[in-house]
């Protein structure tokens, strides 16, 4: 059975490794999202959610945050190994259903770099 749970240690936290994130890492954009990957010295994938108030009020912030959430909790695998990843919400978003969502982030986290 695999595990479906979104557990402490798969959270970026710490207010520094977020800078850093932003700094150094891969950023991919869609319609309604922006993902950042950075490789970490973990052996474990985190995962970061950014959503300011330019994406609406608490009650919208706080879905997009449980929609991507959700995602993570459903797809880890999508997620590469030893990397953080900070999914970020763009300003204006619509009220997304779950599957908007899904084929949104699939699509950001298995496009290829262009390079």
Known sequence: ?????????????????????????????????????????????????????KAGNAVRRNRIKRLVREFYRLNKSLFPVSHDVVVMAKRNMPLLTYQQAFRELTELLTRKANI
């Not at 059975?1 to 402490?8: H, L, N, P, V």
């Not at 950023?27 to 994938?45: A, L, P, Q």
Request: charged fraction near 30%; charge should be positive; aromatic fraction near 12%.
């Open 1 to 53: 059975m695999k595990e479906q749970s979104y557990r402490k240690l798969e959270r970026v936290t710490n207010h520094s490794r977020y800078r850093a994130i932003y700094q150094q890492g891969m950023w991919r954009g869609s319609r309604y999202f922006t993902t950042i990957m950075c490789c970490n010295d973990r052996e474990t994938k985190r995962l970061g959610i950014t959503v300011t108030k």
